[in-house]
C-alpha cells in the first residue's frame, strides 16, 4: 500500500462528523455570549513576537510560540494566545470606541508543545472580554458567562466548578508572610505549579527560591483556606452577584488559583473538571495594563479563554457531545433512471427554494443502493419520483425514521416535508 504524507504533528484534522461538533461548540458560545450582549471580533493570525515578550510570560515565548523570521527579518510567530492583540487593537482605536467594550472571538491557535490527551498544537479558542470598567460587577460577569456556558451545555456543577481566587488579597496575605515583594512573582508561580509537584518537591522549590521554612509553612496555611475571601471586598460582592444570576453552585473560592500569565491583576478563575482528570478547561482574570503596554491609555479589563480540545473530551467524558449526522435534517431526492434526471433536480430545487436543505443523488444508480446512502448518511427522509409518479404528477415521500411512506400531489411535497420535523 502506497505510503500518504502525514499531517504535521500536533495538528488536528476534521472529518464532517468531528466538524460537527466544533460547529456545535461554536453555536453554544455564540448563543451565551450574545445573551450578554457580547459582539464576535477577531485578529490575525500571524503577530511579531515582541507583542508577547513582555505581557506572556517567559514560558509562553520562549518554548511554546511557533517563531521564525519573515522574509523581511521581523521575527513573526502564530498567535499562542488573543489577549495581546486584543490589547493593540483597542489600543489603536482607544478615542473611537464606545466603552465598556463587550468582545468575544473563535478562533485557532498554535502552541509548540508535547501531544498528548486534552494538548495538541494546534486548537481552538473561545476568548471572552469586557473592557473600559474597573469593577467587581464587571469581573462577576465574566464568571457568570463561563458559568452560564457550562451549565447551558449541560454540566451540573458536581461535574464542572469554576475556581476563584483574587491576585491582590494573595499580594496581601503573602507580603504578611514577611516574602519580600521582588519575589511575588516567583511565589506566584511556586503556588501556579502547586498540583503539578509532589509535597516535597514544591517545598524544596520554594526553600531554592529564598524562602524561609517559616514562610513556606505560612504559604502552605494560606493556600488551605478557604475562606480567604472573605476578607475581600471585591470577592464578596463577586459572589454576592454570582448568587443573584442563579450560578453560585457553579462557582467556589480556592486560594491555590493564581494562574501562570504575568498580566493578570485581579481576580484570577478557572474551571475544572471535579471528576479528577485534574485539568482546568477554562481560564481568565482581570487585567489592568495590557492597553498600556502595547502603546495604549491604561484601561481596565477582564476576559477569559476556553480551548475546544480540553473542553471536547470533557464533554465526550460526561455523554453531552450532541448525537446524530449534519445530514438529518437534509433531505435525499432520488434518480429513477436517466429519463427523470431532470424531474429529480427541478424537485430538488422546488425544495431548496422553500428553504429545506437537499441533496439530489448524483447519478441513477438503483434505488436500494441511494436508500442505504441515505440510511448510513443518518438522513431521515426521502423523495421518489418514478414513472408513475412523474405521470400523475406526484412524488413518495419515505420517513425512515417512522418506517412510513405516502405518495402525494407534487404542489404537497414542501408542506409534507416540513410536517416530518425536517
Aim: hydrophobic share 40%; net charge negative.
Amino acid at each position: 500500500m502506497k505510503a500518504t504524507i502525514q499531517a504535521v504533528k500536533g495538528t488536528r484534522e476534521f472529518y464532517p462528523e468531528t466538524m460537527a461538533v466544533r460547529q456545535w461548540l461554536y453555536g453554544k458560545i455564540r448563543q451565551v455570549a450574545e445573551s450578554f450582549g457580547y459582539q464576535e471580533w477577531d485578529g490575525p493570525f500571524l503577530e511579531k513576537i515582541d507583542l508577547y515578550a513582555a505581557k506572556s510570560g517567559e514560558e509562553l515565548v520562549k518554548e511554546q510560540a511557533f517563531v521564525f523570521p519573515d522574509r523581511g527579518g521581523d521575527m513573526i510567530t502564530l498567535r499562542p494566545e488573543l489577549t495581546p492583540s486584543l490589547a493593540r487593537l483597542i489600543a489603536q482605536k482607544q478615542n473611537e470606541l464606545v466603552y465598556p467594550v463587550h468582545w468575544w472571538s473563535f478562533g485557532p491557535f498554535w502552541r509548540y508543545e508535547k501531544p498528548q490527551k486534552g494538548r495538541t498544537r494546534e486548537f481552538f479558542q473561545w476568548n471572552c472580554d469586557l473592557i473600559g470598567v474597573n469593577s467587581a460587577d464587571a469581573d462577576a460577569e465574566l464568571v457568570a458567562i463561563a458559568a452560564t456556558f457550562i451549565k447551558t451545555v449541560g454540566f451540573t456543577p458536581e461535574q464542572v466548578k469554576i475556581k476563584l481566587n483574587h491576585r491582590k488579597l494573595m499580594e496581601q496575605e503573602i507580603y504578611g508572610l514577611g516574602i519580600d515583594p521582588a519575589m511575588l512573582k516567583s511565589v506566584f508561580r511556586m503556588i501556579d505549579r502547586r498540583d503539578k509537584m509532589s509535597v516535597e518537591a514544591w517545598k524544596n522549590y520554594g526553600s531554592e527560591m529564598g524562602l524561609s521554612s517559616t514562610q513556606i509553612t505560612g504559604l502552605t496555611e494560606l493556600l488551605g483556606d478557604v475562606s480567604l475571601w472573605k476578607k475581600s471586598p471585591e470577592l464578596t460582592r463577586i459572589f454576592d452577584a454570582l448568587k443573584r444570576m442563579g450560578i453560585a453552585d457553579y462557582v467556589s473560592y480556592d486560594p491555590q488559583i493564581i494562574r501562570g500569565l504575568d498580566y493578570y491583576t485581579g481576580i484570577v478563575f478557572e474551571a475544572w473538571d471535579m471528576g479528577g482528570d485534574g485539568r482546568a478547561v477554562l481560564g481568565g482574570g482581570h487585567y489592568d495594563n495590557l492597553v498600556a503596554d502595547v502603546g495604549g491609555e491604561p484601561l481596565p479589563g477582564v476576559g477569559f479563554a476556553m480551548g475546544d480540545v480540553m473542553m471536547t473530551i470533557l464533554l465526550e467524558k460526561y455523554g453531552l457531545l450532541p448525537q446524530g449526522s449534519q445530514l438529518t435534517d437534509t433531505v435525499l431526492v432520488t434518480v429513477f433512471d436517466d429519463t427523470l434526471t431532470g424531474k429529480s433536480i427541478e424537485i430538488a430545487n422546488l425544495l431548496r427554494q422553500a428553504g429545506i436543505k437537499v441533496i439530489c443523488f448524483p447519478e441513477a444508480v438503483k434505488l436500494p443502493k441511494q436508500f442505504k446512502y441515505s440510511d448510513r448518511m443518518g438522513m431521515r427522509v426521502v423523495v421518489v419520483i418514478g414513472p408513475d409518479e412523474a405521470a400523475t404528477g406526484k412524488v413518495t415521500v419515505k420517513d425512515l425514521a417512522k418506517g412510513e411512506q405516502k405518495t402525494i400531489d407534487l404542489g404537497s411535497l414542501v408542506d409534507e416535508v416540513k410536517a416530518s420535523g425536517i
